[in-house]
């Protein structure tokens, strides 16, 4: 996807009316978001300020930035709904979370860009108060990471969390709508005759969009990851899928990956999936799972034993 493509066209909400004005940066021409959506917006959150969009794929999706009791915010819409609420969080990340990650094997990263999931359509932590969503932006060894969080109070008081370091994404959803994928991922689709069931999108720092999709074809699940060019790189296909026991069961390349000091103490924690090759069609992909305490690497690595994507996580109590 050209640099030039991706941002964009700015609009400014200037009335309650949702009377809309843009200004086109970039060639390929950008209507901004339905007026149903912006009211929508606006029903959702009625006190809404200062209310900026930002195309972050042409008539597809959109950025609104705005103020709401004094606290900034940034919503995530396409054409038929409002997909994700975040408020921008001041200051620091909170000791109780921060000590989280520097009890782990990523400690020592810095923090930044704070904020707090408000709302999305599929599970509104808005409306159940026993559940959170936090994210931040983590910098570690000199690599941008993603931290989420999510905070559940049990119904005893206490208060369990999950947090996973993710590769660092500019924003994210879920959806079950096929037009809201990138248009690269629905020929993918029809190129390869999948029936589309549900998807994980990830909008990178370049605002390029990949993601994951859980697909069906002729009866048989499975989850194919793409990048931003609708290739697939990735797969899971449980039904099919080849399991071992042991590390040195795997590739040579992966088995020398696995030696990076970061990994030191990890391995096997006995179940099947740990460690499993999966396939589909041509594509070739190995998963590796491993554990030390309560904490997990999560990596998948191609057939000739490249790295695709890691990702780490820690669990416990408050």
Known sequence: MNTRRQLIWIGLLLSWSGCNH???????PDNGPPSARV?????????????????????????????????????????GRLLTTDQRM???????????LDQTAVAG??????????????????????????YADYRWQQQPYTASWTLTQ???????????????????????????????LQAALRQQGLTFTYAWIQLDALHQRHGTLSVQKQGQQLYL????????????????????QQVDQLPASIQAYLQRPELAGFGVNGADASLAHHA??????????????????????????????RSFLTYGFL
């Open 39 to 79: 009211q929508g917006l606006i029903q959702q959150y009625p006190q809404a300020q200062n209310i900026l969009f930002t195309t972050l794929a042409n008539n597809q999706l959109w950025q609104a930035d705005f103020i709401r009791q004094g606290q900034p915010y940034k919503a995530l819409l396409s054409p």
């Open 22 to 28: 843009y200004t086109d940066q970039q060639p390929t």
């Open 280 to 309: 589909y069609a041509s594509l070739s992909t190995y998963h590796v799972n491993l554990q030390k305490d309560n904490q997990a690497w999560l990596m998948t690595f191609s057939d000739q034993g490249q790295l695709i994507s």
């Open 225 to 244: 990851s793409y990048d931003d060019e609708g290739r697939p790189i990735a797969v899971n296909n449980q039904p099919t899928a080849q399991f071992f």
């Open 90 to 100: 001041e200051g620091r990340v909170p000791d109780s979370l921060a000590r989280l």
């Open 154 to 184: 049990l119904p005893s008081g206490q208060v369990s969390y999950y947090l996973e370091l993710l590769p660092f994404q500019a924003t994210e959803y879920q959806t079950d709508s096929l037009t809201e994928l990138p248009e690269s």
């Open 109 to 134: 990263g810095t923090f930044s860009n704070l904020r707090l999931r408000q709302y999305d359509w599929f599970n509104n932590p808005a409306t159940n108060g026993q559940v959170k969503q936090v």
